[in-house]
T-cell receptor, first 114, second 114 residues
Framework: SQTIHQWPATLVQPVGSPLSLECTVEGTSNPNLYWYRQAAGRGLQLLFYSVGIGQISSEVPQNLSASRPQDRQFILSSKKLLLSDSGFYLC?????????????FGEGSRLTVL | GNSVTQMEGPVTLSEEAFLTINCTYTATGYPSLFWYVQYPGEGLQLLLKATKADDKGSNKGFEATYRKETTSFHLEKGSVQVSDSAVYFCALSDPTDSWGKLQFGAGTQVVVTP
């Protein structure tokens, strides 16, 4: 069966520090991968998605970047965090034929920037 | 562009009460529609889905019917339990979007009291 894992689960970082959140998927190959952010009291915002190694699309200009160094690995990064980067970050995957299909989400990573 | 609108929360109910969460959408084609649930501190889980007009999705006592004429996908449950306390997200997938991205509503928090 397919599984998806994110880490770390919780992170407290000072403003200006770097960030690396990692997501891995097991039990499937060539998944579509997504990073969403959920700010406090708000809905889900799609940040990045990827359909293959090295292929990253950004939905919203921001202080973050994403990379996909391996087929089932998706990394969210920042060189210098801002207060506004605080939130709950969710990684998700879908099958290659993701059209009309569901997304499967990880457990989430809660980032607090102080 | 596509969008999803949900009723604002929080919705507070007593155990065994009837729950309705309204969801309407705007889409250019014939989207697939989803309800996801997020329990406290966790990621999102698919609750139910419908892929064409008049389809009814159901799971764990929850139901939602894809109404194209009213562009709606309202979530209902006849008798809620304390364990149903969570945030519920309505979402759509545009079949013309080959990347399988989901557009989410803002989420509706449901609180069920004993």
């Amino acid at each position: 069966s397919q599984t998806i894992h994110q880490w770390p689960a919780t992170l407290v970082q000072p403003v200006g520090s770097p960030l690396s959140l990692e997501c891995t998927v097991e039990g499937t190959s060539n998944p579509n991968l997504y990073w969403y952010r959920q700010a406090a009291g708000r809905g889900l915002q799609l940040l990045f998605y990827s359909v293959g190694i090295g292929q990253i699309s950004s939905e919203v200009p921001q202080n973050l970047s994403a990379s996909r160094p391996q087929d089932r690995q998706f990394i969210l990064s920042s060189k210098k965090l801002l207060l506004s980067d605080s939130g709950f970050y969710l990684c998700a995957w879908s099958g290659l034929a993701g059209i009309g299909g569901e997304l499967f989400f990880g457990e989430g990573s809660r980032l607090t920037v102080l | 562009g596509n969008s999803v609108t949900q009723m604002e929360g929080p919705v507070t109910l007593s155990e065994e009460a009837f729950l309705t969460i309204n969801c309407t959408y705007t889409a250019t084609g014939y989207p697939s529609l989803f309800w996801y649930v997020q329990y406290p501190g966790e990621g999102l889980q698919l609750l139910l889905k419908a892929t064409k007009a008049d389809d009814k999705g159901s799971n764990k006592g929850f139901e939602a019917t894809y109404r194209k004429e009213t562009t709606s996908f309202h979530l209902e449950k006849g008798s809620v339990q304390v364990s149903d306390s969570a945030v519920y997200f309505c979402a759509l997938s545009d079949p013309t979007d080959s990347w399988g991205k989901l557009q989410f509503g803002a989420g509706t928090q449901v609180v069920v009291t004993p």
